[in-house]
């Protein structure tokens, strides 16, 4: 459950072609890692949209019968491509595919989503200065695509059981 003293943090990547697209966060103003003063989310939300912040179209799918696929994630720490959900830092996950039926209209559009929305009961602590978002598809969509990230975050003096409790979730592999 979030506490009242929350705030909101935002971004959005728009996807380049292939490429990881990635944004970090900087939380530096808010914490003090080295003190136990950190940044921890409560929730955390990912949206898909066209690059023109309307809804995804068959246009950006492309012409006739095709499929496309795109991954979001946010984590903890800087990453340089998608990871796998036994990486300590992901916080939160969220997948999209779409597909055009041979005759261009769209008949498929799915979100799994793994971790999103995410809630904690707890927060995910952030125990960097940054919470970094990154995005990525296998086959280039013929229309970039907007994806959106928001979190509801507070920050918290960790008390000497939640900084075990840290410790033993980031060597739990």
């Excluded at 380049?16 to 939300?45: E, K, L, Q």
């Excluded at 990154?134 to 975050?153: H, K, N, Y």
């Amino acid at each position: 459950m979030a506490k009242g003293d929350t705030f909101f943090l935002r971004t959005t990547l728009t996807s380049s072609g292939t490429n990881y697209v990635s944004a970090n966060i900087d939380i530096d103003p808010y914490v003090d890692p080295a003190r136990g003063r950190v940044m921890v989310v409560d929730r955390a939300f990912i949206t898909y949209s066209t690059d023109g912040q309307g809804a995804i179209v068959p246009a950006d799918i492309g012409t006739g019968a095709v499929s496309k696929q795109m991954g979001a994630q946010c984590a903890s720490e800087k990453q340089t491509s998608l990871v796998e959900m036994s990486d300590n830092s992901l916080f939160a996950r969220s997948n999209i595919y779409a597909a055009n039926s041979a005759t261009g209209v769209m008949d498929t559009m799915v979100q799994t989503d793994a971790l999103n929305p995410t809630t904690y009961v707890s927060g995910f602590i952030i125990p960097t200065s940054q919470i970094h978002c990154g995005i990525a598809t296998g086959s280039a969509w013929a229309g970039e695509l907007d994806v959106g990230f928001l979190f509801e975050v507070h920050t918290e003096k960790l008390s000497l059981q939640r900084i075990q409790e840290l410790l033993v979730s980031l060597t739990a592999n």
